[in-house]
């Protein structure tokens, strides 16, 4: 069957690709930022809106291991989006339902359940060094959403694993 949408797997093959690139390039950013702060520790929380009263090393350590967390994100966040990559570029090829996009979309369940679990972590470092003096505000809320998508991707995994075979038997009786 042609494909009926070639425009959006060029854009999506671009976009993704794009992305890629900026998740690599504010992983760099968090990284500088972290070094900067270890070099110039007063002036970098002062630009990150810390008052110079109410400097604290739990405050210093609790904002680097955000940061430590956040560098440790991109690597998983390349690893999803270079396998979502993959299995667009087997689309493009007309072939999807294979048991290696099958273990791509298991993999990237598993890395989407990762970056879940740093979301907590993140979130209950925050929770643990902000004070009404200082508040953190780093936007973090729980949501059900990405839960419901790390199970989606499970199924749908079982699911391209299970019409590959149902392909092989159909062609076996053919």
Not at 56 to 64: A, E, N, Q, T, V
Not at 129 to 155: E, R, T
Request: hydrophobic share 60%.
């Amino acid at each position: 069957m042609p494909n009926a949408y070639p425009g959006a797997l060029a854009l999506s093959r671009k976009v993704l690709r794009l992305v890629v690139i900026l998740n690599l390039l504010m992983g760099g950013l968090i990284l500088a930022l972290l070094i900067a702060s270890l070099v110039a520790e007063g002036p970098v929380m002062r630009a990150l809106g810390v008052p110079s009263a109410h400097f604290s090393s739990g405050l210093f350590i609790g904002m680097r291991l955000i940061m430590v967390l956040g560098i440790c994100g991109v690597p998983i966040v390349h690893f999803v989006l270079t396998r979502l990559l993959a299995i667009v570029q087997t689309v493009s090829m007309e072939n999807p339902f294979v048991l290696l996009n099958a273990a791509r979309l298991q993999s990237i369940a598993w890395a989407l359940l990762a970056l879940e679990l740093m979301h907590f972590a993140v979130g209950g470092v925050a929770a643990g060094i902000s004070s009404a003096a200082v508040p953190l505000n780093i936007s973090w809320d729980f949501s059900v959403s990405p839960w419901l998508a790390v199970l989606l991707l499970f199924v749908l995994a079982r699911v391209f694993e299970q019409g590959v075979h149902m392909r092989e038997e159909l062609e076996g009786t053919v």
